[in-house]
């Protein structure tokens, strides 16, 4: 508290009762100004207060309204998915329904000009198929002998998944029942290589985009990477614990990096030049069956048994969101098997059990479905991308286990 101090000087002497009186006076106005000072004191610490307060306040609301947004994207979200089944032929459209296997359709993949698409069947046979003379111009079924391995065979066996080389335009590659990997050159319909290395089922192939280098997922709980062009076996990554059903590379900023998804729930990622983890992510609560990277926003998507489609921001190591598929009426039971990006990566799709493919537009802030793609009477479970040559539209290409394929067409390419 303040003093305050007067000094007086008088000309003359005065009596004790004015000395007396003026000191009084003197006293009562220190104290009225000692209150007046404590006062604004006070004043000043309640001001400093309520600012506080009302700082705290302000957090609080900014909060509440981030909350609120956030709610309302998911009802949003939550209104789109009933509303899907009614906006499908407003963004594809079926342009038919292609029947060239014997037995369910197990793989499919489009070639890089989008002109030819690559079936794999339980039939144990590779079908080249174009779209625009909409015929089958290649099987690929019939092993003779290698001219490099001097093998023999009859036939490959069931197959699991098939896929382009990214760096030989002229290489398709195959998995198969029979723990074996087939290397065909598609141009000529003859058989590059065999290789074994697996101890069981070869269940998914992905092809570096620069490297000559692939990699192979088994029920043997293993991955392993290949040099293709040699057929030499360079990495074995073993740290899944049980069959591992997909793997991809992560394009070329994260060149070293290759994804795995497994049985066991989880999807590691992995550095093939040392074999180490970097990273485990999980979310799963069943068997996760697809998985794919976009590298236009660094997104990595997961499709399991459970229903839901986790979509990994790999920049962070952090799920961006999840789709529960099974929000979506009449799929309360409904597996997502396969999952694919669009080639500009604003698109997702989700190949299910229902008999259903799932299209969900990722450009915006909060995923959205946009498309339930129906027709087939048995589980769909993989699907492939391409572009239109003449349109720029996008084409979607489903493979089911009812021994066929339908070849879907983007109508409105502004979603």
């Known amino acids: 508290m303040p003093e305050f101090n007067f000094h007086i000087k008088l000309d003359n002497v005065v009596d004790q009762a004015t000395h007396q009186a003026f000191t009084d006076m003197l006293r009562q106005v220190t104290i009225s100004m000692d209150k007046i000072a404590q006062s604004k004191i006070t004043e000043r610490q309640k001001c400093e207060e309520m600012q506080a307060e009302i700082a705290s306040l302000r957090a609080e609301n900014d909060q509440l309204r981030e909350e609120v947004g956030m709610l309302a994207s998911l009802r949003l979200g939550q209104q789109a998915v009933k509303e899907s089944a009614n906006s499908t032929k407003e963004i594809f459209t ?25 079936t794999a069947s339980w039939d144990a046979s590779v079908k080249l198929y174009d779209l625009a003379a909409e ?23 069931g197959l699991y998944a098939v896929a382009f080389a990214k760096t030989a335009p002229e290489i398709l590659g ?54 293709f062009s040699e057929g030499i076996m360079l990495r074995t990554l073993d740290k899944h614990t049980k069959a591992v059903y997909g793997a991809t590379f992560l394009g070329r900023a994260y060149q070293y990096l290759v994804a795995t998804c497994s049985f066991d729930r989880k999807t590691r990622i992995f550095d093939m030049r040392d074999k180490s983890v970097v990273a485990t992510l999980q979310t799963h609560t069943d068997d996760v069956i697809g998985i794919d990277y ?26 961006e969101c999840t789709f529960n ?31 259903r493919v799932l299209v969900y537009n990722i450009k ?35 493979a089911s286990h009812d021994h066929s394929c339908r070849y879907w067409r983007e109508v409105d390419r502004d979603i």
């Open 94 to 118: 079926l342009e038919r329904t292609i029947k060239i296997h014997e037995s369910p359709v197990h793989s499919v993949t489009m070639s890089p000009d989008s002109k030819v698409v690559a």
């Open 135 to 157: 015929e089958v111009i290649k099987t690929l079924t019939e092993v003779q002998s290698s001219p490099l391995t001097g093998e023999v065979e009859k036939k490959m066996g």
């Open 174 to 227: 195959c998995t198969s029942v029979d723990n074996k990997v087939y290397l065909w050159n598609h141009h000529t319909g003859k058989l590059c290589r065999s290789l074994s290395g697996h101890k069981n089922e070869v269940n998914g192939i992905d092809f570096h985009e620069s490297q000559q280098v692939m990699c192979t997922a088994s029920d043997d709980c293993k991955v392993l990477i290949w040099d």
């Open 294 to 319: 976009s590298p236009h926003q660094h997104f990595l998507a997961t499709g399991s048994d459970d229903g839901l489609i986790g979509l990994w921001c790999i920049r962070k190591w952090k799920p």
């Open 325 to 355: 598929t099974r929000e979506i009426p009449n799929l309360f039971d409904n597996e997502v098997k396969r999952v694919s990006f669009s080639p500009n990566g604003d698109m997702l799709a989700a190949a299910c059990s229902s008999g």
């Open 364 to 398: 915006t802030m909060m995923p959205q479905p946009v498309a339930e793609l129906d027709g087939h009477t048995d589980c769909v479970f993989d699907v492939t991308w391409g572009v239109c040559p003449q349109t720029q539209a996008k084409v979607l290409i489903s």
